[in-house]
């Protein structure tokens, strides 16, 4: 079946650096893909939306110049956390439409990122 | 291993049917528990949460889902089901550093 993967699973990185975080379709074409981000005992929040080809597209108060998403390719989306700092700490998952059904998803499998 | 299992793929009813989506979920640990909710063309959306407490959680439009640790299951349920349910639904099992999603199961609402 349709499969997302997402690297890395995990990361530690210092206050002020970037990390970039993938998540890659394989076996079919993303052309959309979802990034959310996972607080601890909170549900899901979608922080963007990306179209192969066009801008992102962000959810209110997500700041897209701090989380740089790049969607160049239709097996590749990218999210940029810039300048991270220690609030910026959490679980980031993506999500992709299979196109295989009417409304199929698939989920990479998360990144947990700390940042010290 | 931990995994979460959705047993079906597609649900077919005609409305004011009753609804019972089943989820399994094997994880080590402390478990939180989520049913979510995908309508065409959307993004996810929280219907429900179990982190403790009261196993039977009541979650939004309707939907409920019961936590019972004995069987591994968390159950999404709603006694009368609307054209308007129609929607790819997701069950998810996770503690603090990741979370892990069922395949999700399309319920389709006959009018």
Known sequence: ?116 | AQSVSQHNHHVILSEAASLELGCNYSYGGTVNLFWYVQYPGQHLQLLLKYFSGDPLVKGIKGFEAEFIKSKFSFNLRKPSVQWSDTAEYFCAVGGANNLFFGTGTRLTVIP
């Open chain 1, 1 to 116: 079946g349709a499969v997302v993967s997402q690297h890395p699973s995990r990361v530690i990185c210092k206050s002020g650096t970037s990390v970039k975080i993938e998540c890659r379709s394989l076996d079919f074409q993303a052309t959309t893909m979802f990034w959310y981000r996972q607080f601890p005992k909170q549900s899901l929040m979608l922080m963007a939306t990306s179209n192969e080809g066009s801008k992102a597209t962000y959810e209110q108060g997500v700041e897209k110049d701090k989380f740089l998403i790049n969607h160049a390719s239709l097996t590749l989306s990218t999210l940029t956390v810039t300048s991270a700092h220690p609030e910026d700490s959490s679980f980031y998952i993506c999500s992709a439409p299979t196109g295989g059904r009417a409304y199929g998803y698939t989920f990479g499998s998360g990144t947990r990122l700390t940042v010290v």
